[in-house]
T-cell receptor, first 112, second 110 residues
Framework: DTAVSQTPKYLVTQMGNDKSIKCEQN?????MYWYKQDSKKFLKIMFS???????INETVPNRFSPKSPDKAHLNLHINSLELGDSAVYFC???????????FGPGTRLTVT | RKEVEQDPGPFNVPEGATVAFNCTYS??????FFWYRQDCRKEPKLLMS???SGNEDGRFTAQLNRASQYISLLIRDSKLSDSATYLC???????????FGTGTRLTVIP
């Protein structure tokens, strides 16, 4: 019974490509998030999606776009991938906005 | 100034030792605090919330010091399986996300 799941687990792609990462939570939570963890292991919030309201971290390039078909899903689409996008991307969810969060297993993205 | 600051370590301790980590936060009005644990190549997992009165869960004790604006995590009788990175998390008032520290890496040595 995976609470927060992500696919794919690994993604290797070339610069310039467009890719998507999927996230699903079965916890009945109202809020979902996307984080980027770089090589220095720092977790950086990218997006919060709460009750159909999207909150974007202003430092995130507009090549990144989250899409939420329903409350249980928050997918991340990335256009024109760059080398610097290589990182681990974690999806997370929380019962209410800005509360303790539960993370998915991560997607390790490598851009070559 | 960063919202949350942690000593990155590494802390290398023998099995059975007691080890403590501190984490300082910048916004004195912050109300919610957590410790997360992240194993190598895994996702962060909630270890425990930090309550004003302090709280204990088995070998783990979390404390909050509002006057000095830090939270601490004490691990007693360290096990090999405690080896991980420990992340402190703070939610400042009015924030729209959690603020994670950079993590403190612990290695428990046989």
């Amino acid at each position: 019974d995976t609470a927060v799941s992500q696919t794919p687990k690994y993604l290797v792609t070339q610069m310039g490509n467009d890719k998507s990462i999927k996230c699903e939570q079965n916890l009945g939570h109202d809020t979902m998030y996307w984080y980027k963890q770089d090589s220095k292991k720092f977790l950086k919030i990218m997006f919060s999606y709460n009750n159909k309201e999207l909150i974007i971290n202003e430092t995130v390039p507009n090549r990144f776009s989250p899409k939420s078909p329903d409350k249980a899903h928050l997918n991340l689409h990335i256009n024109s991938l760059e080398l610097g996008d290589s990182a681990v991307y974690f999806c997370a969810s929380s019962q209410v906005f800005v509360a303790e969060q539960y993370f998915g297993p991560g997607t390790r993205l490598t851009v070559t | 100034r960063k919202e949350v600051e942690q000593d990155p370590g590494p802390f290398n301790v023998p099995e059975g030792a007691t080890v403590a980590f501190n984490c300082t936060y910048s916004n004195s009005a912050s109300q919610s605090f957590f410790w997360y644990r992240q194993d190598c190549r895994k996702e962060p997992k909630l270890l425990m919330s930090v309550y004003s009165s302090g709280n204990e869960d088995g070998r783990f004790t979390a404390q909050l010091n509002r006057a000095s604006q830090y939270i601490s995590l004490l691990i007693r009788d360290s096990k090999l399986s405690d080896s991980a990175t420990y992340l402190c998390v703070v939610i400042p008032p009015g924030a729209n996300n959690l603020f994670f520290g950079t993590g403190t890496r612990l290695t428990v040595i046989p």
